[in-house]
C-alpha cells in the first residue's frame, strides 16, 4: 500500500458516508462502486484529492479516504475472530518488528497479524507463516493478495508440532490455543535474543505458557492486557462512548536467551526470570490444595 496526496489506479480507497457507513475497495479503471445509496464511478474517483467530498449518482454524499491499517484490518473477510488494532499496535511495538526484519508466526488465521507483519517488515523484509488448516491459509492468502501484499510472505502448511524449518527470526508471534505446547520449536526458529508474543484469552492458558517459557531460557517475560476505551467527540459533553473495547486477550512477551553457567551471573539471570531454572509445575494434587 502506497501513499500519495491523490487517489490513483491501484489504491485501497475507503469511502465513509452517513452513520460512518464505510466501504474499502481499490480503485479500478472503469469500475464502478455500487452501494444502496448510489454508484460511483472509479474514473470519477481517481485523481481526487484524499479527504475529499464525492456523490453517488443519486447525490448521496461519501468522504474520499486512504483507509488505516486497522480499518483494512477490521474490514477483513474472517471466518475466526481476529486480533484487534489495539492489541496488534503494541505487538509490533514491543517485538521491534522493523523494515527489513525476518519474522514469523504460526497460526495465520484470516490473516490480520500477517497483513500487520508484512507491512511493518516493508518490501525488504519477510514474513513467514505457519497454518494447519488449508481453508484459513487459502483465505488469508487472498486478504493479502487483495491489498497487495502477498509477495511478501511465505505461506507453510503444517502440525507445527513437527518444528519450522527457519532458524534466526527477528521475532515470532503465536496465535494458538495451546502455545505452550510449542515453545520449544519457537525457540529453536528464533535467534538468540529474538522476540516472542503470544495471545491467549484465559488465565490458565498464560500459567502454562509462563512455566513453558522458563524451561526453554525465556527471559524478561511479561504479561498484560489491552484496554481501549473511546471518548464521545464533543467538547460541550464530553465523556467516555457506552461501549468499550476491554479483554480480547492477555499478551504474553519474552526474549530468548543464552543463561550462563558462570555463578557470576546467577543474579542477574534470577532479576531476568530464568535464574529458577528447576522450578516444575505443580502436580494436579498440588494444585488442588492451594485451590
Given amino acids: 500500500m502506497t501513499y500519495s496526496s491523490t487517489a490513483r489506479a ?27 445509496r448510489g454508484v460511483l464511478k472509479h474514473d470519477e474517483l481517481i ?17 474520499l479516504l486512504q483507509p488505516s491499517l486497522g480499518d483494512i484490518l477490521m474490514a477483513l473477510p474472517r471466518n475466526t475472530q481476529i ?10 511495538v514491543s517485538m521491534g518488528v522493523a523494515p527489513g526484519q525476518q519474522v514469523m508466526e504460526a497460526g495465520t488465521g484470516s490473516g490480520s497479524m500477517t497483513i500487520a507483519l508484512a507491512t511493518a517488515v516493508g518490501a525488504e523484509g519477510r514474513v513467514t507463516s505457519y497454518e494447519q488448516r488449508p481453508d484459513m491459509q487459502n ?29 534466526d527470526a527477528d521475532a515470532f508471534f503465536l496465535d494458538v490455543p495451546n502455545p505452550y505446547d510449542y515453545i520449544g520449536q519457537v525457540r ?23 512455566y513453558a517459557l522458563r524451561q526453554n531460557k525465556f527471559a524478561f517475560v511479561e504479561v498484560c492486557e489491552i484496554l481501549l476505551r ?17 479483554h480480547t486477550g492477555f499478551l504474553i512477551f519474552g526474549r530468548r536467551i543464552e543463561p550462563s553457567a ?13 535464574g529458577s531454572m528447576q522450578e516444575v509445575k505443580p502436580t494436579s494434587s498440588q494444585e488442588e490444595q492451594n485451590v
Fill in 10 to 36: 491501484g489504491d485501497i480507497a475507503q469511502l465513509v458516508g452517513l452513520s460512518h457507513k464505510n466501504f474499502i475497495f481499490t480503485l479500478k479503471t472503469g469500475g464502478d462502486f455500487q452501494t444502496h
Fill in 47 to 63: 485523481g481526487k484529492t484524499w479527504g475529499s467530498q464525492v456523490f453517488s449518482h443519486m447525490g448521496a454524499p461519501f468522504f
Fill in 83 to 92: 486480533l484487534y488494532p489495539k492489541d496488534i499496535g503494541f505487538i509490533l
Fill in 139 to 167: 483465505l488469508a492468502r487472498k486478504n493479502l493478495e487483495r491489498i497487495g501484499l502477498a509477495e511478501r510472505v511465505d505461506f507453510k502448511l503444517r502440525d507445527i508440532q513437527l518444528g519450522f524449518d527457519e532458524t
Fill in 188 to 210: 529453536a526458529a528464533l535467534k538468540p535474543g529474538g522476540f516472542f508474543c503470544t495471545l491467549i484469552p484465559t488465565f490458565n492458558q498464560v500459567e502454562k505458557t509462563l
Fill in 230 to 246: 473511546y471518548f464521545k467527540p464533543e467538547p460541550s459533553r464530553l465523556r467516555p462512548v457506552d461501549r468499550m473495547v476491554a
Fill in 262 to 274: 558462570d555463578p557470576r551471573g546467577l543474579e542477574l539471570a534470577n532479576e531476568a526470570g530464568v
